[in-house]
């Protein structure tokens, strides 16, 4: 009897064995990628961004480059030793290339064969990932991926006899079994290799005599079926190597990364001896919560290797006095924000089972040193608002990125503290917008070609009666009127009063019409404190809105996916560029202009406390009720920025647009990469001269008059005695 029960259980667990190890092995998460660092003649890089990128790549600083992972510095710049990618048009490799920089502008790639090249792109960024629900995660390798020496460490330590015994150590288990029964508990175990396999693939890892007599026949059942190499690709994969928050590291692969940013075949051996040292013990020996046991566990490995001659005495000195060599990269998944709007985004065209299963890859369009900066930004400037202000209670903040020719979306900033996974602010709270909306207006009105940026508009008091009964009476911040006033002046100052008169001139429904092409999906009803943005928009909603206006009147939608493929690198789906008009190029053109003037001489001129005067910015303040939200939105160069800040509660704040959302902003645009943007006036306009009291174009050297653009139909009479 005992004899069948054993048999089938033997058989039952022969076909456990087969099932697990030759079936779908693991559920693989999908990794998601920021754009790839691309470097070309003629680009204009930020102060520190290729420092920057490079590091967060895990590339290491050597005085000759000769390895991929490698970059030195030169005379004329840097050298770098790219590493390849696997991208869905095919394989990049890896080159030693010399980069030429001048003022950090770089201006030639030179390959160590003498041959200029046009672009190196390197590897994208692994910025997250999309989890199963027990949030296991792991780079898969083979054996001819490990650096020389991994296995003969990982065995010297773990398994000595791996490649002569069946699966199970006798002598290991007698040996174990004696300290145990001195001890009168489970205190040494006899397991090989194998046996952890078993015990973390198959089993779990509660110590149980039910689980040892079960171990031990699976192990020689895997020894069977199995070569050794075979089973040892499996352990490489499977074994546990520590815990990023609710993320567990498995595999040696994703490991090497996670710990020094770097792929496993670039270990150095005192780098490999960590590795091996961590199986006994990844939490009590992590070296970024534990670098002392972490470095005590390590010169202990290389002490087992010296012992067994498999490096010398002087080696292991030499190796024992490196330091761990951790990353000083950024860990994965420190952008919650940009990666709740990716999964949003694919899970209309994906199974949640399939992005957390399958192994995929996600391209996307997020930029890591534009990441940095609007994280940084934020946190300090919201720092010393609440400093300065007597630590405002609550006081929260959301940015938003994108680039101004494609619309591609670049950083996503959901909380004052960038790498918090709380409340998504950028995208899933809206709040008041207030002036920020007067832009939209102003397009409005030039849509219909009555206005121009010259034309009068009264700012008188405005009166009207609500349904309930209520007059709504409108106010300017200032508290007075300015009679009547050119067009243009009533956004440059944000005058409430002449924009309502403006608005309901052209017509609440044409302003939302407007707001619709512009992205705006939301039924808005047409009141007239829309007008002066009565409507909760998200920042997200409120950058697409001045993408459109950036990017001379075509709407795009923000683009955040580019790419989806399989591990082996095939295409699965491609987010083309979709674009269309969403007003007039003329309009837009007079708009734009408008707006220099709002940050050049307007609410929003604070902002050239952070850039130099010959950058050109144009961009629009937002204070609602109360100073309840702080908004400050604009684009220049190649990109367009949204900030919001604002009270959880939504209650009052003493700041204003330009006191609270302006630092931010002009903070994060400081440290971007600016190149000026090609403004190609449309042929049906020109610049006049005018008299912006009589409207009249007047001589040059007439005393205050204003330069402005007008459509050439519209053209203003010429008084040649300056309009007086």
Known sequence: MLAVVGTVALVYLDAQIRHRFEGHRWSLPAKVYARPL????????????????????????????????????????ITIYSRGF??????????????????????????????????????????????????????????????????ETLLAVEDRQYYSHYGISPWAIVRAMWANVKAGAVVQGGSTLTQQLVKNFYLTDQQSLWRKLVEAPMALLLNVHYSKDEVLEVYLNEVFAGQAGKRAIHGFGLASRFYFGQPIGELKLHQVALLVGLVKGPSYYNPFRHPKRATKRRNLVLSVLAQQGLISEAQKANYQALPLDLTEASQVSRYPAYMDLVRQQLKQHYQVSALSSHGLRIFTSLDPWVQHQANKAMFEQVSKLKQRHGEIKGLQGAAVVSHRDSGDLLALVGDYNGGYAGHNWALDRSRQVGSLLKPV???????????????IIDDAPVSMPQVDGSLWQPQNYDRKSHGKVPMYETLVKSYNQANVRLGLAVGVDKVLQQLRQMGVEQSIPAYPSVLLGAVEMSPLQVNQVYQTIAGNGFYSPLSIVRQVTKANGQ??????FAVRQAASNDSVYLLQHEMRLVASQGTGKGVYRYLPKQQKVAAKTGTTND????????????????????????????????????????????????????????????????????????????????????????APLFNANCGY
């Not at 295409?571 to 083309?576: H, R």
């Open 38 to 77: 691309e470097l070309y003649q003629g680009q204009q890089l930020a102060m520190g961004q290729l420092d920057y990128e490079l590091t967060q790549l895990g590339y290491r600083w050597v005085k000759r480059a000769k390895a991929p992972g490698q970059v030195q510095k030169t005379s004329q710049g």
């Open 86 to 151: 696997r991208f869905a048009g095919g394989d990049e490799q890896g080159f030693l290339v010399d980069v030429s920089l001048a003022k950090n502008k770089v201006i030639g790639l030179v390959q160590s064969s003498g041959a200029s090249m046009a672009l190196l792109r390197l590897e994208p960024q692994l910025v997250g990932g999309i989890y199963p629900a027990h949030n296991e995660d792991r780079e898969l390798i083979q054996l001819h991926d490990l650096p020389n020496g991994f296995i």
């Open 441 to 455: 207006v102003h397009l409005a009105a030039l849509e219909i070609g009555r206005y121009s940026p010259a034309s």
């Open 571 to 576: 295409l699965l789906s491609y987010f083309p």
């Open 627 to 714: 100073q309840k939200d702080s908004w400050f939105a604009g684009f220049s160069g190649q990109h367009v920025a949204t900030v919001w800040l604002g009270r959880e509660d939504a209650k009052p704040t003493p700041l204003t647009g330009a006191s609270g959302a302006l630092n931010v902003w002009g903070q994060l645009m400081r440290h971007l990469p600016y190149t000026a943007y090609a403004d190609i006036k449309p042929q049906s306009i020109d610049y006049y001269y005018l008299n912006v009291k009589t409207g009249e174009a007047i001589p040059s050297h007439c005393p205050n008059g204003v330069r402005l653009p007008m459509l050439k139909t519209s």
